[in-house]
């Protein structure tokens, strides 16, 4: 988040938090599945959600690019390189403390040093977001620079979704996956904003499209035809879109305010989720206390949302540990007075 105060969009908040939401339960429910070696429940809801879970993030992350792509490269790279990189590197840090018993017994402490080096050029784990995010600002604005015209961006984005490029390098096959809804939120913010203020004016209306469409993406991911070339892009913008009328009409009827709170902070969801899930799904499927394993995905995917505001709401309440989640002065190039309150999910 900027430094001083800044207008927060209610909808898009919400938007943002139903997305980190759906990426914890993402990685709770595969995560207690793979440990069980068993499917549950919510393994479906994961599975309906994975055509426009991902797609939604990237597409909100451009959303206001329009408003500060024209700034000089150094204030740019401060805010949208910089920033990410350092959350980064201190958290795939963080990460690699935390693992590093385990990792050294199966592949021995070189190999440990190995795999942390290698990080900084395959992302790790479940940071790989944070770490694609500087990509694509870069590329957009160069792209701006140059004068590539937004048409042919586009196009050119949505052929790298169509084509199936499989490298195995994870930063290239998410960018081509991914590029295409990112420049579209930047591209068609306006829009989006749009959508957003007519589904709350035809409330009725909305919520009919809105059964249409998750009955056609439900019946194309159940009976295997999501992963098409032109069905996940048209299903990864469409269930896009589908989730900013969603939002919109949760905060329209006043019902928002968990997802919202979690949207605000999805910097710190994101960053922190991975160690109270681990935990969590340990202990849970250790114990045997629930046996159901869609009631422990959901435990866990509550855990890892929940955990991390928890560590937010006490670093602020007692001023240790803030570095966690606001990046310090000595991490910037652009040297502005350090004043925000809040975690800086995107400045």
Known sequence: MKEGAK???DWVDTAKGFCIVFVVMMHSTLGVEAAAGETGWMHYLVEFARPFRMPDFFLISGLFLANVIDRDWRLYADRKVVHFAYFYALWV?????VKAPHFAAEIGWAGVLREYLLSFVQPFGTLWFIYLLPVMFVVTKAARQIGIPWPVMLAGAAVLQIAPIHTG???LDEFCSRYVYFYSGYI???NAFEIAAWARRHVAVALGGLFVWALANGMLVFQGHADLPLVSLFLGAIGAFAVITVSALLTQIGVAAPL???GENSIVI?????FPMAVSRTI???LGIVSDLGTISVIVTAAGVIAPLVLWWLIQKTGYGRFL??????????NPRVTAASPQAAE
């Open 270 to 274: 994101y960053l922190a989720f991975f």
């Open 169 to 171: 390098w994870v930063t």
């Open 93 to 97: 840090t963080l990460q690699f403390i």
């Open 7 to 9: 207008t927060r969009v």
């Open 260 to 262: 919202r709170h979690c």
């Open 284 to 286: 849970l499927l250790k």
């Open 325 to 334: 989640f606001v990046r310090p002065a000595w991490a910037r190039i652009d």
């Open 188 to 190: 068609f913010a306006q």
